[in-house]
């Protein structure tokens, strides 16, 4: 198998999108954040080509006007002030960049290298090798003879260093240099990301253990993916997701009137019912425990055990909620071999727990995650239609 750290990273997000892009090739209408950082590494590209001859900050802006993506296949900008808005943002980051950058030291050794190294001989043969690909944006030599790869971000987010010495992308990066120039030594790379928003670059280190140790995990990944069924998986991140017109998760958002209607059922309008009479029965479910309040009340100031109506009555009754001294009555079971009967693992309080250890020890857990059974059902959300769209058009 074929695979790049961003298809690795659509099958986390969801394995739907790796099966649209990667097993369908279908391809994903580009939002505006990638026909934006799209041309932001293309203009970038063309500046550092110019080495060591570098063009002046005018020239700079002038490629960046004269080339602006203004209308692209299957893009266009929704309205003037949002193309006005990016554009700006564009020249600011460049102007920048720039002003940081110059004197332009930088001896660039390639621009937009592509890699493949082979990470895995398939044992069974039957799906052959396991390669990584990638493109590095730029690699650079410094003056110390240290080699530095450069990878461009446009997001509106900066990691912190913790983050960042963990970042998959830059062992990728680094896989891949080191198995076109397998002479250097890895305590010799710098890897960098450069967030062109922030005009912050930040870097990290590896070992020769850590890039064994993401192969591993990146071989495990792909044999997930052999394996998998390609459920949808919807979280926030769906909101840039260029697959949600053909999405089994979002497709009816999309979808016009007619497609409502299915051997007569308008399922718009049942849906709407289901949550008129749920708002019914939260309104009736309130008024019976008032009821039972005010039942309770009458019993204790009558000093009754039991009250009757016509259509039923009402008991006090008393039970005990019992606890055991755990250690105690394992010592008791465990002989017998029926510990294991009665111990379950209570996922909702694990999950909980998940969030409060260090993510090494998460990740650890996961590992040995298995799933016994998946059960599908039908949940329900009351988030309006309209809360949905506003919430799809501040992303
Ligand atoms: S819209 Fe969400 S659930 Fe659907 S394919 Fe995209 S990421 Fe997956």
Known sequence: MRISYSSLENFKQCPLKYKLSNIDK???????????????????????QKDPH???????????????????????????????????EGLRILQEFYKRNIPHKTSVLDLETRFEV?????????????????????????????????????GKRMPSQKILDKNNQLSFYAIGLKSRWPRIKIEDLRLSLYFLKFNEKIDTKRTEKDLEEVKDKTIDLIHQIEKSDFEPRSSVLCGWCGYQNICPIWRHFYEDEQ?????????????????TLKKEKERLDKELIELQNLIDVYCHKKGLKRVFGENGYFSHTVYNKVSYNIPKLKEILE?????????????????????????????????????????????????????????????
Do not use: C, M
């Open 26 to 48: 279908i391809k994903e209408p580009k939002s505006k954040e990638a026909i934006f950082g799209s041309y932001i590494h293309k203009v970038l590209k063309w500046f550092y």
């Open 54 to 88: 570098f063009p002046t900050l005018d020239a700079l802006l002038k490629y960046y006007r004269d080339y602006w993506p203004q209308k692209t296949e299957g893009f266009e900008w929704k309205n003037p002030e949002e193309e006005k808005a990016y554009f700006k």
């Open 118 to 154: 082979v990470i895995d001989e398939d044992p069974d043969k039957s799906n052959g090798k396991h390669i990584l690909t990638g493109v590095i944006d730029r690699i650079d030599k410094l003056s110390d003879d240290t080699i530095e790869i450069i990878d461009y971000k446009t």
């Open 259 to 275: 497609n409502n209607h299915f051997n007569d059922i308008d399922i718009k309008e049942k849906i709407d019912k289901y949550f």
């Open 335 to 395: 002989p017998l071999e029926k510990w294991e009967d009665i111990i379950e693992i209570d996922t909702k309080k694990l999950k909980k727990v998940l969030k409060e250890i260090p993510a090494d020890l998460r990740e650890k857990i996961k590992e040995i995650e298995k799933i016994e059974e998946r059960f599908k059902y039908l949940a329900a959300n009351n988030k309006s239609r309209k809360e949905i769209k506003e919430q799809i058009e501040n992303n």
